[in-house]
């Protein structure tokens, strides 16, 4: 058998996800693995919990990172939350929403969904009048920054309304997270998830989650077992929740992907050397360049402006145009990765992401220049030029 090793080829990932990946962190992963019940390795995860603590902005002990991606993140909070016969009011406008409602099910729990239109926030008023017309219901669901689409939601007032109908609340923070303003403690959120592979520059596999204190007295008091072994809290807490870096008091629960967690634990270094609010900023700052230069190449933004997500700009295709074939030409020639639509804006939007590593200057310029050329190419007139200096224009101060 002929083998050699895979050698990727270069790439900007300005899609979705998973970002560019900081070198820093990269670097970090080639670092030599040691056991993952090693008492330095304990005490770096002690400040990992704590590095996680500053983005989030939370003091809950139970703060730790899943090891495996955001969707076990998900996971996490519905199978230890919900119980046989909860009802869950699901917040939907796109696909992540549609994936909180299949966590519910399978939890055996009664999703309630209420669905807004994609490319638009969920409405607190459709929340509100689920709340009232379920009295019994215990837990809402919503995702701060729906990819698939774009929109940010109102999560501070959602979480809000849900407490006043004593419900507790599980938020997707996937993409939020480092990328919008989000405060887990002061909009009192209860459970919270997030990736490693989007705002934290980081390679994907890892998911960030958060329980305070209320909902971890749900999951020790619960009824019924968590059906599912691995991502069982009242199991996993006996490794991640040993007292300190090195008394052994930690206890075998599956092997931590050890590297993977230098890597995260150097992405939040970078995070905090470089200012949680400052990180929210830099997203915001280039979102206004990308989107001018998008402007200028005649192209629009589909997301109303007050609920658009800095770090995920889905873009209209204009009529007549082959969104695969150019997003294929970005990919063959510039080596430029941006997303397809999914679900019903399939074929209608690329999604252009501009998250963590990915949110720099020289990807917006590399962005706009290689797509006003291709959509030149293809005979749909752009203006290249007018897009560079609108960009330029916002970078420059
Ligand atoms: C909002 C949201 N939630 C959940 C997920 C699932 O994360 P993963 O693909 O890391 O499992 C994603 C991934 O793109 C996401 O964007």
Redesign the pocket.
Same mark, same amino acid.
């Given at each position: 058998m002929q083998v050699s090793s895979f050698q990727p080829p270069p790439r900007t990932l300005m899609g %979705? =996800?998973p970002a560019d990946v900081h070198p820093r962190v990269t670097a970090a992963l080639a670092r030599p693995t040691i056991g993952h019940l090693d008492p330095a390795f304990g005490a770096m995860m002690e400040e990992l919990k704590g590095l996680l603590r500053y983005a989030l902005r939370t003091d809950n002990p139970l703060t730790m990172p899943v090891s495996a %991606? =955001? +969707?076990? =993140?998900?996971e996490t909070c519905f199978v230890n939350l919900v119980e046989p016969g909860d009802k869950v009011i699901v917040c939907s406008n796109g696909v992540?929403g549609g994936?909180m409602r299949e966590n519910v099910v399978r939890c055996g729990g009664e999703a309630v969904v209420i669905e807004d239109d994609w490319g638009r926030a969920v409405d607190p008023q459709k929340l509100e009048d689920a709340l009232k017309a379920h009295p019994d219901a215990k837990l809402v669901a919503c995702?701060h920054?729906?990819? +698939?689409t774009g929109a940010c939601s109102d999560v501070k007032t959602l979480v809000e309304l849900a407490h006043r109908h004593d419900c507790l609340t599980i938020v997707?923070a996937?993409?939020a997270l480092g990328g919008s303003p989000l405060e887990v403690d002061a909009w009192g959120i209860d459970a919270i998830y997030a990736?490693s592979?989007?705002c934290l520059s980081c390679t994907?596999?890892l998911?960030p989650v958060s329980f305070s204190e209320r909902a971890l007295a749900k999951v020790t008091s619960r009824s019924t077992p968590v059906q599912s072994w691995f991502l069982d809290l009242n199991l996993v807490l006996g490794y991640w929740q040993g007292n300190d870096g090195g008394s052994g008091k930690r206890s075998y629960h599956h092997t931590a992907p050890v590297n993977a967690l230098y890597g995260l634990h150097e992405a939040l270094v970078m995070l905090a050397e470089e200012g949680i609010e400052q990180s929210w900023e830099r997203h915001h700052r280039n979102h206004l360049a990308l989107r001018a230069g998008l402007e200028a190449l005649g192209l629009e933004l589909v997301v109303p402006e007050a609920e658009r997500l800095p770090q995920l700009n889905a873009v209209a295709v204009p009529g007549g145009v082959d969104e695969a074939a150019v997003r294929a030409r970005l990919l063959a020639t510039y080596d430029l990765e941006i997303g397809a639509g999914l679900g019903a804006l399939a074929g209608k939007v690329w999604r252009i992401g501009l998250m963590g590593y990915s949110s720099r200057p020289e990807n917006i310029l590399l962005c706009l220049g290689a797509l006003g050329s291709v959509l030149n190419d293809m005979g749909h007139q752009a203006d290249t030029g007018a897009a560079l200096s609108a960009a330029q224009s916002l970078l420059a101060r």
């Amino acid at each position: 058998m002929q083998v050699s090793s895979f050698q990727p080829p270069p790439r900007t990932l300005m899609g %979705p =996800g998973p970002a560019d990946v900081h070198p820093r962190v990269t670097a970090a992963l080639a670092r030599p693995t040691i056991g993952h019940l090693d008492p330095a390795f304990g005490a770096m995860m002690e400040e990992l919990k704590g590095l996680l603590r500053y983005a989030l902005r939370t003091d809950n002990p139970l703060t730790m990172p899943v090891s495996a %991606p =955001g +969707s076990a =993140g998900m996971e996490t909070c519905f199978v230890n939350l919900v119980e046989p016969g909860d009802k869950v009011i699901v917040c939907s406008n796109g696909v992540f929403g549609g994936r909180m409602r299949e966590n519910v099910v399978r939890c055996g729990g009664e999703a309630v969904v209420i669905e807004d239109d994609w490319g638009r926030a969920v409405d607190p008023q459709k929340l509100e009048d689920a709340l009232k017309a379920h009295p019994d219901a215990k837990l809402v669901a919503c995702v701060h920054a729906e990819t +698939s689409t774009g929109a940010c939601s109102d999560v501070k007032t959602l979480v809000e309304l849900a407490h006043r109908h004593d419900c507790l609340t599980i938020v997707d923070a996937v993409t939020a997270l480092g990328g919008s303003p989000l405060e887990v403690d002061a909009w009192g959120i209860d459970a919270i998830y997030a990736g490693s592979q989007k705002c934290l520059s980081c390679t994907p596999g890892l998911a960030p989650v958060s329980f305070s204190e209320r909902a971890l007295a749900k999951v020790t008091s619960r009824s019924t077992p968590v059906q599912s072994w691995f991502l069982d809290l009242n199991l996993v807490l006996g490794y991640w929740q040993g007292n300190d870096g090195g008394s052994g008091k930690r206890s075998y629960h599956h092997t931590a992907p050890v590297n993977a967690l230098y890597g995260l634990h150097e992405a939040l270094v970078m995070l905090a050397e470089e200012g949680i609010e400052q990180s929210w900023e830099r997203h915001h700052r280039n979102h206004l360049a990308l989107r001018a230069g998008l402007e200028a190449l005649g192209l629009e933004l589909v997301v109303p402006e007050a609920e658009r997500l800095p770090q995920l700009n889905a873009v209209a295709v204009p009529g007549g145009v082959d969104e695969a074939a150019v997003r294929a030409r970005l990919l063959a020639t510039y080596d430029l990765e941006i997303g397809a639509g999914l679900g019903a804006l399939a074929g209608k939007v690329w999604r252009i992401g501009l998250m963590g590593y990915s949110s720099r200057p020289e990807n917006i310029l590399l962005c706009l220049g290689a797509l006003g050329s291709v959509l030149n190419d293809m005979g749909h007139q752009a203006d290249t030029g007018a897009a560079l200096s609108a960009a330029q224009s916002l970078l420059a101060r």
